[in-house]
């Protein structure tokens, strides 16, 4: 796989460039069994135009001059590298990944403290639930998956189902770590609902805040439209993974 992306945001010019390469590669391990191990490799430059910005000692009555310290680059780039490994079966799935292997510096100040910290991704799910006539595409499941992810003594927990009758899929997340977290309550609550036919699929999806952010936001919303290309090769078996497609 290959990936390409530019995003800049703020009066500032802040912009972010990734350019970099995935692979992976299936192999069985057994009848039911398959184990996917992937790498990725990316390239990723960090900008700014500084003399856009504006601060308040630059606007304040007495003209004074302005104590934010310039960076002394504009931008700065660092390659970076990811590691996974996925196991599943046609009802289970699971893996681990690792982010930044290369502990990346970002940083426009050219300093050797600002290093991107190593992230840790867990991962899995299970179809309670699997119904499909003989030879047929599979018409009803029932999944549950969850995620948990930790970089720099930061953790975080999402737990999930999914409800899916041909042609509508539901969906419920919760996002947090009761117990463990500052945020008793959580995070956030996330629902789902999407609609699927052939190679089209459109969906809407609603983040709710519970935590303490909950008098300053209501949450997000989200809209997908999907369209899958197919080829018209010869089939062949695929093994595909049982995890939601939304």
């Known amino acids: ?3 390409i992306m530019r995003d800049e945001a703020g009066s500032g010019d802040l912009s972010t460039t990734n350019v970099g390469v995935h692979y992976s590669y299936d192999i069985q391990i057994s009848d039911l069994w398959h184990i996917r191990p992937g790498v990725a490799f990316v390239y990723t430059q960090r900008g700014i135009n500084f003399s856009k910005l504006l601060w308040g000692d630059q606007i304040s009555p007495s003209g004074v001059t302005p104590t934010i310290e310039v960076p002394s680059l504009q931008r700065k780039g660092a390659i970076d590298a ?3 490994t996925l196991v599943y079966s046609d009802r289970m799935w699971a893996g681990v990944t690792v982010d930044h292997l290369f502990r990346p510096n970002y940083s426009l100040y050219d300093d050797d403290i600002t290093k991107w910290p190593m992230k840790l991704s867990v ?5 309670v639930v699997r ?3 003989l030879l047929k595409p599979v018409d009803e499941t029932l999944s549950l998956a969850a995620l948990y992810k930790y970089q720099d003594n930061i953790s ?3 737990l ?3 409800w899916y009758k041909n042609p ?5 997340w919760y996002r947090g770590l009761p117990g463990i977290s500052k945020e008793s309550r959580g995070d ?3 629902f789902l609902i999407g609609y699927k036919v052939d190679q089209f699929s459109i969906g809407y999806s609603y983040d709710f805040t519970i935590n303490k952010l909950l008098t300053s936001t209501w949450g997000s919303h989200e809209i997908a439209l999907i369209y899958e290309f197919t080829s018209h090769r010869k089939k062949t078996k695929r093994h595909m993974i049982p995890c939601p497609e939304f």
């Open 1 to 3: 796989g290959l990936l």
């Open 82 to 84: 990811t590691l996974s």
């Open 123 to 127: 991962f899995g799910g299970y179809q």
């Open 131 to 133: 119904k499909g006539r």
């Open 156 to 158: 975080q927990m999402d």
């Open 160 to 162: 999930g189902v999914y």
């Open 168 to 172: 509508l899929v539901f969906g419920f």
């Open 188 to 190: 956030a609550l996330c």
